[in-house]
């Protein structure tokens, strides 16, 4: 079982963010996704830190184990979505997601 | 460019069936694992099967095993959901999507989706 949180947050503009994900169970990685309203899931991290293709280089990833986190160095308006972890063995759990709105 | 589109959704009394297709075009299907992931109305993402590129290794949820069956047709680029005795809470947007290789085994690609509602 994967568990996010906050399950909701808001953000001012140029403001830290970090989204935890943590794990039932200890996983090698972890990888997370970005979704918008009536739009299909994007990657956007992969094995726990690597930036998917086009994703800013605001976003970094991080963790071990049965701990994670998703980090937006400075929050832009861009940003605001549902991010989802999922563990990177079966069964591909994906976390609860965290959505994040601008404030 | 990478594509993958479903087909095959729809509205579908409970206890019937339905089979979804997946065809990926843009690159060698049969270099790919693949999978497919749900989403009820409103909800978060749930990984429902997966099947390995040659399809002998396949998986699924628990909630679906012994109902879905995985399967994947190389020479035609496509794969396949065929979804048994369907459920009020099987009502989703299905996903297909793509295991990406040399990064961990995650989703690299998706599909637009495609929604099946099960309902009398």
């Known amino acids: 079982v994967l568990t996010q949180s906050p399950t909701t947050m808001t953000a001012s503009p140029g403001e830290k963010v970090t989204i935890t994900c943590r794990s039932s169970s200890s996983v090698n990685h972890m990888h997370w996704y970005q979704q918008k309203p009536g739009a299909s899931p994007k990657p956007w991290i992969y094995g726990t830190s690597k930036l998917a293709s086009g994703v800013p280089d605001r976003f970094s990833g991080r963790g071990s184990g049965t701990s994670y986190s998703l980090t937006i160095n400075t929050m832009e308006a861009e940003d605001a979505a549902t991010y989802y972890c999922?563990?990177?063995?079966?069964?591909?759990?994906f976390g609860g997601g965290t959505k994040l709105e601008l404030k | 460019e990478v594509q993958l589109v479903e087909s095959g959704g729809g509205l579908v009394q409970p206890g019937r069936s339905l089979k979804l297709s997946c065809e990926a075009s843009g690159y060698t299907f049969s270099y790919y694992g693949m999978a497919w992931v749900r989403q009820a109305p409103s909800k978060g993402l749930e990984w429902v099967a997966s099947i390995s590129t040659g399809g002998v290794s396949i998986y699924y949820r628990d909630s679906v095993k012994g109902r879905f069956t995985i399967s994947r047709d190389n020479a035609k680029n496509t794969q396949y959901l065929q979804m048994d005795s369907l459920r009020s809470e099987d009502t989703a947007t299905y996903y297909c999507?793509?295991?990406?290789?040399?990064?961990?085994?995650?989703?690299?690609?998706w599909g637009q989706g495609v929604m099946v509602t099960v309902s009398s």
């Open positions: 999922q563990q990177w063995n079966y069964p591909w759990t």
């Open positions: 999507a793509r295991r990406g290789t040399g990064r961990g085994g995650d989703f690299d690609y």
